[in-house]
Nanobody, 124 residues
Framework: QVQPVESGGGLVQAGGSLRLSCAASGRPFSYYSIGWFRQAPGKEREFVAALSASGGSTYYADGVKGRFTISRDNAKNTVRLQMNSLKPEDTAVYYC?????????????????WGQGTQVTVSS
């Protein structure tokens, strides 16, 4: 089983950009689809973006479509989430999750392993 580890969070002004990375160790990374989720204070965890094991198929939540881009490099066991035009409402802890399945899911309980999360704060 892979163990995801997120990095790249931080503080940025509205309109700025951040790139999150998810590095995974363990079983061959290319067997896993990957999802990014986020959780803001007082709110439930929500789906952000996901991509298939091959990286050929992606899916985004409506609120980030056109601003966020998810990609993967299986040779480096890494998934990235490029976040542009950030808004204060994007402030949350962002989690990377791995699913032992070729296809992604938008449902958090379909994922097998989770990272510890990385904080993203967008100031207005």
């Amino acid at each position: 089983q892979v163990q995801p580890v997120e990095s790249g969070g931080g503080l940025v002004q509205a309109g700025g950009s951040l790139r999150l990375s998810c590095a995974a160790s363990g079983r061959p990374f290319s067997y896993y689809s990957i999802g990014w989720f986020r959780q803001a204070p007082g709110k439930e965890r929500e789906f952000v973006a996901a991509l298939s094991a091959s990286g050929g198929s992606t899916y985004y939540a409506d609120g980030v479509k056109g601003r966020f881009t998810i990609s993967r490099d299986n040779a480096k066991n890494t998934v990235r989430l490029q976040m542009n035009s950030l808004k204060p409402e994007d402030t949350a802890v962002y989690y990377c999750a791995a699913r032992l399945n070729s296809w992604y899911s938008r449902t958090s309980d379909q994922y097998d392993s989770w990272g510890q999360g990385t904080q993203v704060t967008v100031s207005s």
